[in-house]
């Protein structure tokens, strides 16, 4: 600990008779390392982690210094970051799972004790991420929904009990309690721990990494915390600091206060259109000045919640008056509470700061406007009064209507029809084609119409005032007698069962369900992708007539293809909102102007007709929440309902691998594994597997989501005697290798820019010319020893932080990926399994470079090892011999990541050393 570094630096702190040691932040200072009022409330954490955790090897003076040294101009440093625990959701989850019993399988093969493989910091896992909404619009829908999640994730399930009891201090959250961030901010969040360390006991900052994006949502009550993929997150779990560059901290000053009708959820998307604008990708963000007071913390928590749809690392408000009376509110120990106020003030950290940034915004709540984002980007926003005008836009830009609203020639040009005799088979703006459901209901559907409405998100269900706001429009509207159109899926998925339990106290969840949105499971569902099918009569039109559906949900990602793969526009707005277009049926519709829907005596009804009173809101939240509630409902966090408590998982250290299996597969990462790191060096003769733009994101690059019988990954299961209705989903497979790489590149909407204009995961085999799926053609080249890159533009990598869009890029024989820039998270998992994320050169790319994608390429540079920020050379030769010469930048900013990307990834190096020390 930091006595060896700084001895002077480890003090006595007493608490209500208890005495602990804490690393003092203000020995730094005196020393002349700092003036701690002008670094970032979140540098300062950065900081007590390095100095508290320095024992003068792993971690030594100089990085301790190096923390210190921060400054609006960053400093070029490199600090290592030691987390106080860890957060996993299920489908990220399950996959460390099987890495963490895939290394003791390894280390048994070695004749080393698997034991050696522990978790060195205390994990939570939370099963949120399975639960998909098969029923809906009836009070059995949830108990049907979780019936048919346990039948089709039981195997994956029993991996991860097997883990709760094979490895210590590994927690897990059954299926049916809540959502990782919101079960996380309602009750896993402590602010400041208090730790036994070799028998003494510490108090430390909460601090965590998360195999989730939006992991941040913590930073709402002053939590430094933030997603990353599972390799990294595996390697923290193993005591490995995260080793990152000193950021750029930004401030974002806020003033005034939000207007009567404005929610948090219209203003975190004013701010992530803002951030986006500004740029704080790699960044960290904190929110200080006057309008911090202004906001409740489930406020501040629905702004940090989208921190990644901001582009930072972290979005963070510091600890004040308000966040300790969330913490009593949600239940916590009010000991526990006053322990929070006074260490934060010991170490200078309660309350409002303004110390220095390195860059600082200014944001003004009184600006705050109802709005939407979308059509397939959260950082889109849209005045909700702009709607009407937005949607014949956007059909018109994509080719499916005129100017005037008539159907687009159907030659896929784009251009208005003349007359009805040339126009194609779509429809046009107003038209509406009839449909029958399976119970025999006759509906009329077209474009713009909303066939997915769903409450749903710890970005929102955390947030009591826009829950309680959307009960209370449901009841307005209920008592006017306004309906939500048959061919509207509906749904409500709160974040824990404490959203329930205040909306039944306030007589609201009824008024909910007379509208349709009946509780379908706790957990993301439809935000996530698992917004299950939607009526077969209704799929079916769609495809017909090519029609542009819309959904509408109180998430915080939508990007295309992920909520369903039929809808083409998404669109995230406020739980209100998400009422009101149920109700309205359809997108293209200006709720300030246009009414709603008619009453029963046939009288228009308008949106602020039923939009519920802001002071009414307050007061139902005063009279309905209360810390018992939260007390109750987490008192059995970790217990689970009969059907967790009957399901029967493996036993011992090791686990039991079944070759038969196609959930649970021994990935090959650490078989046949070498005691010697294998280095790096030059690329040659590589062919591009996928050409792609801008914004991949990586839903496009590992899809979550179903998939059917035709793809590679389907193909197999169907080889395996899988029957397509027992496929699940790719994000329900992931600890199956063999699927997951197959899926890796195949989201139905990717384009490859190989290919003509074709959606989905095909590519070129160049040297056949021969069009295949991306998999069939990486695994030619295998047979070829043929090393593979892939080319893009901007933002490669955004969305959710999932590891296997770099293991499956890996397993696909892809050496090198060349991008304009890349999203964070996706980056960091790259290197994490020792593939070689490289940029070009400011004003370049491969359109630009006037590369087809059909040439050969060398990597060169590398002869002699890699350095951090390597400028390398690539040159790209097509069949007539001509070549193109271009540098680029690797992004490996740190040493420890070389050593990552040198070793063949980060769980390699881990093992490596394991292994060395026990054979030594």
């Known amino acids: 600990m930091a006595s060896d570094t700084f001895p002077d630096a480890i003090r006595e702190f007493e608490h209500d008779g208890e005495s602990y040691k804490m690393a003092d932040l203000t020995v730094l200072e005196e020393q002349g390392l700092c003036d701690l009022e002008k670094l970032p409330v979140s540098i300062r954490i950065l900081l007590e982690s390095v100095l508290r955790n320095a024992d003068g090897e792993t971690i030594d003076e100089d990085a301790v210094r190096a923390a210190a040294s921060w400054e609006p101009d960053v400093p070029d440093a490199e600090v290592p970051f030691t987390v106080s625990r860890v957060v996993l959701q299920d489908l990220t989850g399950v996959p460390a799972v099987v890495d963490l019993a895939a290394l003791r399988s390894a280390a048994e093969r070695k004749g080393v004790d698997p034991t050696v493989v522990e978790p060195e910091v205390p994990c ?28 089709r994730n039981e195997e994956r399930y029993r991996a991860i009990k097997w883990a709760e009891q094979a490895f210590e201090d590994f927690n897990v959250v059954p299926p049916g309690t809540g959502i990782v961030h919101q079960v996380n901010l309602e009750h896993l969040g402590r602010v400041v721990h208090e730790r036994e360390v070799d028998g003494e006991q510490w108090l430390v900052p909460d601090t965590l990494v998360g195999t989730d994006s939006h992991t941040p949502m913590i930073g709402g009550i002053g939590v430094v915390g933030w997603g990353v993929g599972g390799i990294e997150a595996e390697a923290a779990l193993l005591g490995q600091p995260i080793n990152m560059s000193l950021p750029e901290v930004v401030g974002v000053r806020l003033s005034g206060e939000l207007p009567d009708g404005a929610t948090a959820t219209d203003l975190v998307l004013h701010i992530t259109e803002k951030l986006r604008e500004v740029g704080v990708v790699d960044k960290f963000v904190e929110f200080y000045g006057p309008g911090v007071s202004e906001l409740s913390v489930a406020d501040r928590a629905t702004i940090s919640n989208m921190a990644p749809e901001q582009g930072s690392t972290i979005s963070m408000f510091p600890v004040d008056e308000k966040t300790l009376e969330y913490l009593e509110l949600t239940g916590r120990d009010e000991d526990h509470v006053e322990l929070v106020r006074e260490y934060l003030e010991a170490q200078g950290l309660f309350g409002e700061q303004e110390p220095e940034y390195t860059e600082v915004v200014e944001f003004d709540l009184d600006d705050v406007e109802p709005s939407l984002a979308g059509h397939k980007k959260p ?96 009841r307005n509207a209920a008592e006017r007698g306004l309906e939500v159109p048959d061919y509207v899926k509906t749904s409500l998925a709160p974040g824990s069962r404490v959203v329930t339990e205040y909306l039944e106290r306030a007589e609201l969840l009824d008024d909910l369900e007379e509208l349709g949105y009946h509780v379908v499971g706790y957990g993301c569902t439809t935000c996530i992708g698992n917004s299950g099918p939607l009526p ?26 992920r909520i369903h793969p039929k809808i083409k526009a998404n669109y995230l707005a406020s739980p209100p909102l998400v009422v009101a277009y149920g109700l309205a049926g359809r997108m293209d519709i200006d709720l300030e102007n246009e009414p709603i829907g008619t009453d029963d005596d046939g009288e228009e009804v308008y949106l602020e007709d039923v939009w519920p009173d802001t002071e009414e809101i307050r007061e139902t939240i005063h009279d309905s929440v209360s810390p018992e509630m939260f007390e109750e409902k987490y008192a059995s966090v970790y217990e689970g309902d009969e059907r967790w408590e009957a399901l029967d998982a493996p036993t011992g250290d090791v686990y039991e691998w079944d070759p038969e299996s196609t959930y649970i597969r021994e990935p090959p990462f650490f078989q046949d594994f070498p005691l010697e790191k294998p280095g790096v060096e030059n ?45 699940n989903t790719y994000g329900s497979r992931r600890g199956n290798h063999e699927v997951m790489m197959r899926g890796t590149f195949a989201n139905v909407r990717i384009e490859n820019q190989l290919l003509d204009g074709k959606e989905g995961g095909y590519t070129i085999h160049h040297p056949t010319g021969e069009e295949t799926t991306v998999f069939e053609a990486s695994e030619r080249y295998r047979e070829d020893d043929t090393p593979l890159i892939v080319m893009a533009g901007e933002e490669l990598g955004t969305g959710s932080s999932r590891d296997w869009a770099a293991k499956g890029t890996d397993l696909l024989g892809i050496r090198a990926t060349i991008g304009k820039s890349y999203e964070r998270i996706y980056r960091d998992n790259l290197i994490g399994m020792g593939v070689l994320p490289l940029q070009f050169e400011d004003g370049e790319g491969w359109e630009e470079l006037g590369l087809e994608g059909d040439e050969y390429f060398e990597i060169e540079g590398l002869e002699d090892g890699l350095e951090p920020n390597a400028e390398l050379t690539v040159t790209a030769e097509d069949d007539d011999g001509t070549t193109t010469e271009f540098d680029v930048t690797a992004q490996v900013g740190t040493p420890m990541a070389v050593e990552y990307v040198e070793n063949g990834g980060v769980l390699h190096l881990v093992l490596r050393r394991l292994l060395q020390e026990e054979t030594a």
């Open 536 to 561: 077969e009569p209704i799929e079916n039109a769609i495809d017909e007539h090519d029609l542009w559906t819309t959904s509408v949900l109180s998430g915080n990602r939508n990007f295309e293809a």
């Open 683 to 727: 690329v040659e003769d590589a062919r591009a597997l996928l050409t792609l733009g801008d914004t991949v994101t990586t839903d496009h690059i590992s899809p979550a989501g179903p998939f059917s019988e035709d793809l590679p990954a389907g193909q197999w299961l169907k080889e395996q005697g899988v029957e397509p209705h027992e496929f």
């Open 379 to 474: 950082h889109q926003r849209i005045p909700m009064g702009d709607l009407d005008e937005h949607f014949p836009n956007l059909l018109e830009e994509q080719g499916v209507i005129g100017p005037g609203g008539e159907p687009a020639i159907g030659d896929g040009s784009g251009a208005a029809a003349s007359d009805s005799t040339a126009s194609g088979p779509g429809l046009a703006l107003d038209e509406k084609v009839p449909v029958e459901l399976e119970d025999g209901t006759e509906v009329e559907i077209g474009h713009g119409d909303v066939l997915v409405s769903a409450i749903t998100s710890c970005t929102n269900t955390s947030n009591p005032s826009v829950m309680v706001g959307a009960g209370l429009l449901a």
């Open 124 to 151: 939570d896992l939370v099963i949120d991420h399975s639960v998909q909404v098969d029923y809906f619009g009836s009070e059995d829908a949830y108990e049907k929904n979780v019936e048919i999640e346990y039948e």
